[in-house]
């Protein structure tokens, strides 16, 4: 109903303005801190303090021993880490890729861990981002079979020879923004031969763009004494879908050493 549309418009707003203001008393908190080293420990320890009590009462009639009886006959537990007290870090490294032809999936798990372990961080979080507009990242399984899988559905989720109009190379770029945002790249195309030139180096890849849009592009893995909250059979996988390519995947480690 047209109200029920009113009431979900107004829920949004608000949503939003508590993330504005959320971020706004977190940069400022950040700020603080940079002058103030001793007030990050401090605030840790008095919001660990903070959200036992708020799970306290939230959860009254959850024994100590952790577990209560879930609505449809399961158990839900619970469990937490204490709070942490460190130095704050935050780091920013990369993964280089050499890709192979067509679709290729890659385990980089190792590699974010070996990262983590000589960034010293204890607790926090590790943000993973696919620096590029053809490629993914995601977690899952790591296995031969499931890869040969997840090729085989990508193309038939996005055919490459589907008629995509992206892929009407002789036809871009339109006029307006996307002329403008070639010429921002280093590519003069008011000189025909240029434009020829850029037309020839631009792949026949809509589908990899649109696989990209739906697998996502980056990945936040929470880290507790010092290694990363992912399942035994979880991995972080990078996945080009055009290559064959150089690639990079940027790694954000933020937490308290």
């Known amino acids: 109903s047209s109200e029920a549309a009113r009431m979900a418009r107004r829920g949004g707003a608000l949503r939003l303005s508590l993330l504005i203001a959320t971020c706004q008393a977190i940069a400022g908190f ?35 021993g952790g577990r209560r009886e879930g609505l449809a006959g399961g158990m839900v537990t619970m469990a937490s880490s204490p709070a ?29 861990r070996e990262m983590l372990e000589e960034s010293g ?42 008629p995509y109009l992206h892929n009407v190379i002789h ?33 026949i890849n809509a589908h990899s763009h649109l696989l990209s849009m739906m697998l996502g592009n980056s990945e936040t893995i929470p880290v507790a004494d010092g290694k990363m909250m992912i399942g035994q059979w979880q991995n972080v996988l990078f996945l080009d879908l055009d290559g064959d390519r150089e690639r990079t995947v940027g790694v954000q480690i933020v937490g308290i050493q």
């Open 121 to 162: 961080v204890k607790n926090g979080f590790v943000n993973v981002i696919s620096r590029h507009t053809t490629t993914a990242l995601t977690i899952n399984e790591y296995e031969g079979r499931l890869r040969d899988d997840m090729r085989e559905f990508f193309a038939k989720l996005a055919p490459p020879s589907h």
């Open 30 to 64: 950040q700020a603080a801190c940079s002058l103030r080293p001793g007030l990050w420990s401090a605030a840790l320890q008095h919001s660990g303090a903070a959200q036992r009590s708020v799970a306290a009462r939230s959860v009254p009639r959850l024994a100590r």
């Open 84 to 112: 942490a007290t460190g130095a704050m870090t935050i780091q920013y490294k990369t993964i280089n890729i050499k890709t192979g032809p067509g679709i290729t999936v890659w385990e980089i798990t190792s590699h974010i």
């Open 171 to 203: 036809e871009r770029p339109n006029p307006g923004e996307d002329t403008e945002r070639v010429v921002a790249n280093g590519w003069d195309i008011s000189d025909p031969k240029v434009l020829e030139a850029w037309r020839n180096q631009e792949p």
